[in-house]
């Protein structure tokens, strides 16, 4: 009997959050059941990526609006770059916040999901369509590998936005990933992968910046066989796009 790779991601999931809580690295919100974990060390993590050209040079820069991701928004604003944040479960789109307009003071409470609501501009799919490309994605983690497998919270949300973005050229295959996360979210042994999970190029933790060992083939896009019509449903971006797409046909 085969292994089912949803179950099997669930167990790493809880084994991780677990973990985190026993070993006192979990910080603030807790309990981190159920999330992309904050985790002690965050700050040093997101210091390393920040030395990394990549980010040096990118000018639009995609961040998950989690917590341990939060240092990494701040300093997009503090170094004058566009930063798209995706809207809890995609429901309301994208957020894209030009620290131009922002004063510098609020600058920390930009870098939050309720700040970014307040001094970012919310994109519907003719917006999004609109902006520069993006330069690179960071992404939060549950747990992920050195072979570049990455487990989320296990909703697809982040799938998803890649997707859309994927769809809409705003994102190619050479679009560099990475992922900040502590030492312990680290495994060495290879997860499995499903073709619509979006794999990492780099992982930076407190400690490492590790180079991926086999990162691709990124998604193509979305795979509209397997979304759910609670998905299209809640997520009018995804059914605007679907009805972009029907009538190029």
Known sequence: MGVDVKEFKKSIREKIWKLLEEKGVARFPKPVHGRIPNFVGAE???????KLSMWRKAELVKVNPDSPQKPVRFRALVEGKLLLMPTPRIREGFLILNPRDIPY???SQASTIRGAFIYGRKL???DLMSIKDVDLIVIGSVAVDVYG?????GGGYAELEYAILREIGKVTEDTP???????LQVLNNELPREKHDVPVDIIVTPTRIIRTIKPRPKPQGIYWDL???DKLESIPILKELLRLKQLRR
């Open 105 to 107: 003071s609020r600058f």
């Open 227 to 229: 979304l759910g019509e």
């Open 177 to 183: 990933i990475v992922t900040t996360v502590h030492d």
């Open 149 to 153: 497998t990455r487990i989320g919270k």
């Open 124 to 126: 519907g799919l003719k």
């Open 44 to 50: 040093e993590a997101a210091n390393k990526l920040f």
